[in-house]
């Protein structure tokens, strides 16, 4: 099984920036879509940006130009910059990473990191 454990939430003020980063932890691990969701309290989690192996990716309409997504190349893992950020992005936001591990499909997510945008 391919743990991710995230990093980097925090209380930020409006017009901050944060990076979040999550690694994932395990064996003959190969990523391919990579990918951040968030939840904003009291909504739906909600995908905030993806990263596929052709290295295409895809955002939130309300975060491009802003955040961007990336792998870790010195480790299994993947970031998500934040820059500009607003009070309307705070949530708690969760990586999720499929691949394979010895040759079997796997999907995991991480356990959650709150980010706090103060007006």
């Known amino acids: 099984q391919v743990k991710l454990v995230e990093s980097g939430g925090g209380l930020v003020p409006a017009g901050g920036s944060l990076t979040l980063s999550c690694d994932a932890h395990?064996?003959?691990?190969?990523?391919?879509?990579l990918a951040w969701y968030r939840q904003p309290p009291r909504k739906q989690r909600e995908l905030v940006a993806q990263l596929f192996v052709s290295d295409v990716t895809h955002y939130l309409d309300s975060v491009k130009g802003l955040f961007a997504i990336s792998r870790n190349n010195w480790k299994n893992g993947v970031y998500l910059t934040m820059n500009n950020l607003k009070p309307e992005d705070t949530a708690v936001y969760y990586c999720?990473?499929?691949?394979?591990?010895?040759?079997?499909?796997?999907?995991?997510w991480g356990q959650g990191t709150q980010v706090t945008v103060s007006s």
């Open positions: 999720n990473i499929n691949g394979t591990q010895w040759g079997r499909s796997f999907n995991s």
């Open positions: 395990g064996d003959m691990v190969t990523m391919e879509t």
